[in-house]
């Protein structure tokens, strides 16, 4: 890659995604686009880079920038919050809201391991006389079809994933695991770019935003919390990762990741 | 968080909430398996005692029952099941958090681990990542 690859792609993720990509780091590019150019069939990166820029192709840049967001995750991560939704915030909802709909959001669901630990935690036990929706969403298309799927290798299912977890939810599928259906189902998927209006999407009670913040540029991170503080339905909360905040938001007493606006989170302190 | 006790120095000095380092006991008859797990083990800051099948892990703990024990299915002398079953009950043998680590990766028998009284499970190959999450899952790490 020239240097003004590099810098093609850092423009191109920050315009696009608001993703904060060092052009510096040479070796981090390669390997990420490496697969790219691989699946599409360019003879090497810098191929892949000239495609993008000289035929102007908006397919192509955007299976470059997808490339270039974070991808850890892991089921169950942070313990405590999935612990927090589904044995307090849950049932409070359910209890001041009797026959009504609870709406959960995960933001960023990367390979679905996030959304799917709240779905298979529900479906262990879910809070009596509501309902539940869950969405999921990720920039991703790639990520999305994966989580979708529901299909997990071996190393991934042991991240996170109790065996209990694992003999009651999944069955063997080739080399990997595949979630039972009826978890699956409960989850519904769509394509979303934070960066973008996020009004159409209606108000959640929950939102979980883990894991992308921090690699965020300033400017973008400023816009996709205002955005997601709008999607917050009145008393919703917005769910971080651990070292992650929300400075017009405030965290919740002894609710690891929760935030709220400041005055639903101190009358329900 | 580590369980603690009161020990005397040699000096005489009583120490109090000396943290007592963790012990976990590696069942497997592949001495490379052992040596892998108890460089991830002592990682996590157990104390690691090695034992090549069940009946000698069996002997390890009468004398001394570990925190953890990481345990391989299909050994000779005494399999990992067999081991599980006497394991516990042996007096104290329900204390021990018993982690199977087996290439076996059929759900059945994962089942039938759990069932038996394991209380996590790790299929093969493993990392130390995999190690970390099952062990605090389990609830000794
Ligand atoms: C590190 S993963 C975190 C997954 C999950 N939330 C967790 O905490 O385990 C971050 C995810 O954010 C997604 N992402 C990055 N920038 C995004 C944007 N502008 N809009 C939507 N999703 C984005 C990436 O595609 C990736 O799947």
């Known amino acids: 890659m020239t240097p003004q690859d590099r810098e093609l792609i850092a423009r191109l993720s920050a315009e696009r995604a608001g993703l904060r990509v060092d052009p510096d780091k040479t070796y981090l590019l390669e390997n990420r686009l ?48 999935f612990e927090c939704v589904v044995s307090e915030v849950l049932p409070d909802l359910a209890m001041r809201r009797p026959g009504g709909t609870i709406r959960l959001w995960s933001a960023a669901c990367g390979g679905g391991q996030e959304v799917y630990s709240l779905a298979m935690a529900l479906s262990e036990s879910s809070p009596p006389g509501v309902t539940v929706e869950v969405f999921a969403s990720d920039l991703c298309e790639r990520r999305l079809e994966k989580a979708q799927a529901g299909v997990y290798s071996q190393f991934e299912v ?40 996020l009004s159409r999407l209606g108000q959640f009670d929950l939102v979980l935003c883990r894991g ?44 690891p990741g929760f935030h709220g606006r400041a005055s639903a989170a101190r009358a329900a302190a | 968080m580590h369980p603690s006790l009161t020990i005397r120095r040699e000096n005489g000095d009583m120490v109090k909430d000396m943290p007592r380092v963790k012990l976990a006991l590696v069942i497997d008859d592949s001495r490379v398996v052992r040596k892998v797990a108890r460089r991830i083990l002592e990682d996590l800051d157990f104390e690691v005692a090695e034992a090549g099948d069940g009946a000698e892990g069996l002997a390890w703990c009468r004398t ?61 190959p493993f990392d130390g990542d995999i190690v970390a999450s099952k062990l605090t899952l389990a609830g000794v790490l």
């Open chain 2, 64 to 124: 001394e029952m570990p925190d953890a024990v990481l345990l391989d299915w299909n050994m000779p002398v005494m399999d990992g099941l067999e081991f599980l079953q006497r394991l516990r009950q042996e007096p104290g043998g329900d204390a021990p958090r018993v982690v199977f680590c087996s290439v076996e990766n059929d759900l059945d028998r994962v089942r039938s681990a759990l069932d038996a009284g394991a209380d996590e499970y790790i299929m093969k």
């Open chain 1, 158 to 197: 042991q991240r996170g994933l109790s065996a209990r977890r694992l003999v009651t939810h999944f069955e063997s599928l080739d080399d990997g695991f595949v979630l039972s259906p009826r978890v699956r189902q409960m989850v519904r998927w769509r394509r979303v770019n934070l960066m973008e209006d």
């Open chain 1, 34 to 81: 490496a697969p790219v150019a691989r699946r599409e069939g360019f003879a090497s990166v810098h191929d892949l880079v000239a495609a993008i820029r000289d035929r102007d192709d908006d397919r192509l840049a955007w299976r470059a920038v997808e490339a270039m967001s974070p991808t850890e995750t892991a089921f169950f991560r942070e313990p405590r919050t």
């Open chain 1, 212 to 255: 992308v913040l921090g690699h965020l540029l300033e400017d973008a991170r400023a816009r996709v919390l205002s955005g997601l503080e709008r999607t917050l339905a009145p008393g919703g909360r917005l769910v971080l990762g651990a070292g992650e905040s929300a400075p017009g938001l405030s965290p919740v007493a002894d609710r």
